[in-house]
């Protein structure tokens, strides 16, 4: 797969629903409601020119789950897809060049035949994508009808709730709210002028955003458990193969390394998911809060003075909690994410780290046997390796998967990810900089030549 090419394709299919947006006037709105401060059962939206208490800016491009997820972040997890495809593909390859997949009778199978076994295990995964996809167009065409549908649809508004989440997901694109106040003002005038082509551009937005979004992560996650089950179990064991570790490397982790990039791209993939979630947790506390706009939302990042008094972090905990419990519906979304990193870097060393133990205790059993097998001597032969330089290969083998990241930054990542979910404002800085963290490990890259089957 060309990564880059589809990322940047998919950035202009992106880029161009936000440039058709601002030409029908659904990029950026204001709304206005009244109610008790702080009680938000309350709240009531009304007409600008009534008597209100809070004027509010969402829309489109102020919502970042859509503009940032549109342009950013959807097209780089895309990039991220097919950068771990790739470097699944050519780990199995590298694998069989550095002989690290044997035969009961110490013999590597060829690429034929290991292609083979990629092609039986890719029709498996058709299948899956295939059952992904249908569950994924029923729920988002139910979620579109519930959230969007019936807002430009014909007949009485929906029972409205402040406090309901798959409500306020609409509000980004924002043009209902002119159908549920009758506003007469101009803005809303021009926008109900346009209500079947907000709706096409809704059903767009869902479209290529939440639906496609869905396919591709679900579809990601049981791909990568895919993988890992036919490189470090049924389809390698069942074709009379196992993976030993590289004797001749030179690398600590003994040859496992080749699948670095698989994992490096996997865990990358997956913090976008949590950073995609997140924005839509962060517009959503942005809804309820009483800042006019997104800079005032943002402004209160750092307190012009720190309390640490017992009582004052108490308070601010109590209240995070609070806003979880409430919020429930959309946090979970990025707890969802959470859970994809958590999982993929477990699973990673779970598989890694046990194959490299097999393989080692493997290699070990063979030279520790008397009288020797022939078929290992031949072996060790072949790759120019002698018992002794086996020996020390194996002792000294590292099992964490990959260089990076490290066991502390794992831990720090998934503490800072509950962190970001009790203190959202600041947890969008930790966010920021996650991302940016994972952008510069992934820019890095490999410097190795790969080929693709």
């Given amino acids: 797969m060309r990564s880059f090419e589809v990322a940047i394709a998919a950035f202009f299919v992106g880029a161009a629903f936000l440039i058709a947006a601002f030409s029908i006037g659904i990029l950026n709105f204001e709304t206005c409601w ?83 076994l990629v ?15 249908v569950l994924a167009t029923f729920f988002v065409a139910l979620q579109y009808y519930r959230v969007v549908g019936r807002f430009y649809g014909e007949g009485a508004f929906p029972t409205f709730r402040f406090d309901d989440p798959q409500n306020e997901a609409d509000w980004s694109i924002a043009a209902p709210i002119c159908a549920h106040t009758g506003e007469k003002s101009a803005q809303c005038t021009m926008v109900l002028q346009y209500r079947a082509l907000n709706s096409w551009f809704s059903a767009a937005a869902y479209a ?17 458990g895919l993988y890992v089950r036919f490189i470090f179990a049924a389809d390698v064991r069942n074709a009379k193969l196992r993976v030993i570790p590289d004797l001749r490397s030179t690398d600590p982790r003994r040859g496992f390394e080749v699948l670095e ?127 002794s330089q086996a020996q020390g290969a194996i002792e000294d083998i590292r099992y964490w998967p990959m260089e990076w990241p490290t066991l502390v930054t794992t831990v720090a990542w998934l503490l800072l990810g509950i962190v970001a979910m009790l203190f959202v404002n600041f947890g969008a800085v930790i966010v920021a900089a996650g991302l940016t963290y994972v952008i510069v490990q992934a820019s890095r890259g490999s410097q190795r030549s790969k080929q693709t089957a």
């Fill in 34 to 116: 009244n109610g008790t401060a702080g009680e938000l059962a309350t709240y009531q939206l009304v007409a600008c020119n009534e008597p209100h208490i809070l004027a509010k800016q969402v829309g489109f491009g102020l919502a970042l789950n859509w503009s940032v997820g549109l342009c950013l972040l959807f097209p780089f997890f895309i990039y991220c897809v097919c950068e771990t495809v790739n470097g699944g593909l050519w780990a199995v390859d590298e694998m069989v060049r550095r002989q690290m997949i044997v035969s009961d009778s110490w013999h590597t199978p060829t690429d034929a035949f290991m292609r083979k």
């Fill in 119 to 133: 092609r039986r295990r890719t029709f498996t995964l058709i299948l899956v994508v295939v059952a992904v996809t």
């Fill in 208 to 224: 290529y955003l939440v639906y496609l979004g869905a396919i591709s992560a679900i579809s990601f996650m049981c791909a990568f």
């Fill in 261 to 387: 990039d698989f994992f490096t791209y996997a865990i990358i993939g997956c913090f976008v998911l949590f950073a995609m979630g997140y924005l839509v947790t962060l517009q959503n506390v942005y809804l309820r809060q009483p800042d006019r706009d997104l800079a005032a939302f943002f402004l209160p990042l750092i307190p012009a003075k720190l309390d640490w008094k017992p009582e004052v972090l108490i308070e601010t905990i109590r209240s995070g909690v609070e806003f979880v419990l409430v919020n429930g519906k959309t946090v979970a979304v990025t707890f969802l994410g959470l859970f994809f990193i958590a999982l993929v870097i477990a699973a990673a060393a779970a598989a890694l780290g046990s194959a490299a133990r097999k393989g080692a205790r493997v290699v070990a059993r063979e030279l520790a046997a008397q009288p020797p097998n022939p078929a290992f001597a031949d072996y060790l032969h072949r790759i120019n390796v002698t018992p």
